[in-house]
């Protein structure tokens, strides 16, 4: 048996392992995930309408993301990272990363074996260097912090921080795919929202977010269909003036 042979032998063994695991793992975790709140729901008396209004509005403000990403990552990471990934999360600002920098450090593309094998080790090691600091920084000194910081200070840090995470995510995904035009017509709707339709209608508050999440995509599927059908027709046109220009030169030359 050639070593071609065996690697392919290995790497069939290795994929179907990494799937078979991967997705009983990954069961596993949506199964605690979505029945440990549900259990907490139930015990309190939490209505089903309320907990599916909850989850539309997420959909609506996240549910492009659920389908974006993994079609994003997948080229990168491969089918055994992705199970990774998805499993420990913090996957654009930590995981990719370190996949990227573990294939270029020995010169791997990310479509070969070799790439993928990388991805997987990088995002091992990120996940250790990942759990070992959270035990240290916040198993440790975060309980010693959090006696020493007073009351007050903690309930702003409890105020402030979802503000601070999703605006360190939003400019991440703006730097990450900069569209200007869409970002004016987002920043546009929701100060249209928040600031005249919120005060003037109180309810308009529980679906605001839902609300300017699909106006801004209409209005940028529209002004870019515009734009696209004007860059269209200037194309079209173009021929002609050229044609038109040809021939007022050649008029000249005679």
Not at 35 to 42: D, H, K, T, Y
Not at 49 to 56: H, K, L, Q
Not at 101 to 111: D, H, L, N
Not at 210 to 215: D, H, K, P, Q, W
Request: net charge neutral.
């Amino acid at each position: 048996m050639t070593d071609t042979t065996l690697a392919n032998t290995a790497w069939s063994a290795f994929d179907r392992t990494t799937s078979r695991w991967g997705r009983i793992t990954m069961i596993t975790a949506m199964v605690i995930m979505i029945g440990g709140p549900a259990i907490l729901a139930a015990q309190l008396g939490v209505d089903l309408p309320t907990v599916v209004a909850g989850i539309v509005a997420i959909l609506v403000v996240f549910g492009v993301i659920f389908v974006v990403e993994p079609f994003s990552y997948y080229p990168i990471l491969g089918p055994a990272s992705m199970y990774q990934a998805f499993m420990i999360g913090n996957i654009s600002n930590k995981l990719l990363p370190a996949a990227i920098v573990a294939q270029s450090t020995i010169g791997a593309k990310p479509e070969t074996r070799r790439g993928q094998l990388a991805a997987v080790l990088a995002i091992c090691g990120a996940a250790a260097v990942h759990i070992v600091s959270l035990a240290i920084f916040v198993g440790l000194f975060g309980t010693i912090l959090l006696r020493l910081i007073p009351a007050e200070v903690v309930a702003s840090i409890q105020t402030f921080i979802l503000p601070a995470v999703m605006g360190a995510v939003i400019v991440q995904m703006l730097a990450s795919n900069p569209q200007p035009h869409i970002l004016v017509i987002a920043l546009a709707v929701g100060l249209v929202v928040q600031l005249v339709l919120t005060p003037l209608i109180p309810a308009f508050a529980l679906f605001g977010s839902a609300v300017s999440v699909v106006l801004t995509i209409m209005l940028a599927i529209t002004l870019h269909g515009d734009n696209v059908q004007k860059a269209n027709n200037e194309n079209a046109l173009e021929p002609g003036a050229t044609a038109l220009e040809d021939q007022t030169s050649q008029k000249g030359t005679r």
